[in-house]
């Protein structure tokens, strides 16, 4: 049997992600045992339904919004993290971490939207520093993944402090700046990073982090990674899942993940549904073919780097 850890979006749960994910794991059973984890942070219920005002990056925002989880889940809700600097980002991944050491092994991981941004960053993390040991897991299915963050305050570190050194007229302005006037990479770091709080400007709500430009505080800068900056690959199997229906901002920062993947090892599949875990029996059938085809892979590969505490060594 294979063990699958499964992650849920921003102000979800664990209760919600397992009803999310039945129309799979019905079929999967007995074959596979799921295992949920409820993120660490409590939050308000998350949006469930999306439009063009959200721009597809409320999970970015911390703002109270109109739209939610269908008002029969009760809550609590959580998040993995509180947000998305660099501190933020390895609070929440040191989580992860901790979880999947003292309840796993995992064979394989399931991940929605901000879990699926969450699996990539601590596959990463972990073969960043991990060179040559097993991997966490043998396996990753992502449904809808948003943006993935770099805990490493070096990561882009050069972009980021000529960013934050000069008086760039986009930067004084930013997120709703033109930014043609600086170098490809910074130009790529910064409109990649934009849309987060653009997103958050339309439905009203401003942080403090937003200024962190034009208050020259290199930690507040998230580092959201783009495959174009990094040669960093995912180096597992790994099923890629999207919604046809999804809002085009949301789409483009699920594509930039899939770029992360090694795409020699990836499969992709295009629902017809929007932001969520597809339903239609056609779906269903095809993504079970592409996850036991993964699972078995991911098992050959992990036998060539089998370490025998089953744990990755940190």
């Known amino acids: 049997m294979k063990i699958v850890l499964a992650l849920h ?3 979800s749960s664990a209760e919600i992600v397992k009803d999310q994910l039945v129309p799979l794991t019905r079929e999967l059973s007995p074959r596979y045992e799921f295992v949920y984890l409820d993120g660490a942070v409590e939050r308000e219920r998350g949006p469930g339904e999306f439009d063009d005002r959200y721009v597809g990056f409320y999970e970015f925002s911390f703002a109270n919004t109109p739209l939610g ?5 009760l809550g609590p809700f959580y998040s993995y993290t509180t947000g998305y600097m660099t501190a933020e980002i390895r609070e929440a991944l040191d989580n992860l971490d901790q979880f999947v050491r003292e309840h796993g092994p995992f064979h394989g991981v399931f991940s929605f939207s901000q879990g699926a941004s969450m699996a990539v960053s601590y596959l990463l993390d972990c073969q960043a520093h991990e060179s040559g040991t097993k991997l966490p897991f043998e396996f990753a299915v992502l449904f809808s993944s948003v943006s993935a963050f770099s805990p490493s305050k070096t990561c882009y570190g050069s972009i980021v402090e000529h960013l934050l ?3 760039f007229r986009a930067i004084q302005a930013f997120p709703e700046a ?6 490809k990479s910074e130009q790529i770091f910064a409109e990649n990073l934009a849309p987060m709080f653009t997103g958050a400007k339309k439905m009203g709500s ?3 982090s937003i200024n962190f430009f034009k208050q020259r505080n290199q930690e507040a800068v998230p580092r959201v990674l783009h495959h174009s900056l990094t040669q960093d690959r995912i180096t597992i199997p790994t099923v890629y899942v999207n919604g046809k229906g999804d809002p085009p901002a949301m789409s483009a920062q699920s594509r930039l993940v899939c770029g992360l993947c090694d795409q020699s090892l990836a499969r992709v599949h295009h629902h017809s549904g929007g932001h969520g875990v597809p339903t ?5 059938k095809t993504l079970i073919k592409m996850i036991d085809r993964a699972s078995i892979e991911g098992a050959d590969r992990h036998v060539l780097h089998q370490d025998p505490t089953g744990i990755p060594q940190r």
């Not at 989880?69 to 889940?73: L, M």
């Not at 033109?178 to 170098?183: D, V």
């Not at 239609?280 to 269903?284: C, I, S, T």
């Open 69 to 73: 989880i269908a008002s029969y889940y």
């Open 165 to 167: 050194g000069r008086d």
């Open 206 to 208: 401003f942080t403090e």
């Open 178 to 183: 033109e930014f043609n006037e600086l170098t």
């Open 280 to 284: 239609e029996l056609f779906d269903v």
């Open 9 to 11: 979006g921003i102000g």
